[in-house]
């Protein structure tokens, strides 16, 4: 069963940095693409960040400049590297991934969600 976790996440002041982090695990083939999406109340759930396999990034116009997204294929994990942080981040993290569990079989996949919080 393909999971998941995401850590990182927490209370920052505005200026701030912090790193998330999300591990995949349990019986994969391969990751294509993996994302990093937010969700603040009331809203709804948008693309932050996204990498390919070979490491190409794209980033939301809102966090260009600021955010840099990464992974290590060997651990199947993507990390968000958030730096400069405004209070209109704010925000449920959550990471997606794209996972095989064989050469045809795949779907995505979202982790649990870490709040990020950001005061002025």
């Known amino acids: 069963q393909v999971q998941l976790v995401e850590s990182g996440g927490g209370l920052v002041q505005a200026g701030g940095s912090l790193r998330l982090s999300c591990a995949a695990s349990g019986g994969i083939f391969s990751i294509t693409t993996m994302d990093w999406y937010r969700q603040a109340p009331g809203r709804q759930r948008v693309l932050v960040a996204t990498v390919t396999i070979d490491g190409t990034a794209d980033y939301a116009n809102s966090v260009k400049g600021r955010f840099t997204i990464s992974r290590d294929n060997a651990k199947n994990t993507v990390y968000l590297q958030m730096n400069s942080l405004k209070p209109e981040d704010t925000a449920v993290y959550y990471c997606?991934?794209?996972?095989?569990?064989?050469?045809?079989?795949?779907?995505?996949?979202w982790g649990q969600g870490t709040q990020v919080t950001v005061s002025s």
């Open positions: 997606g991934a794209n996972v095989f569990i064989d050469r045809y079989t795949g779907r995505k996949y």
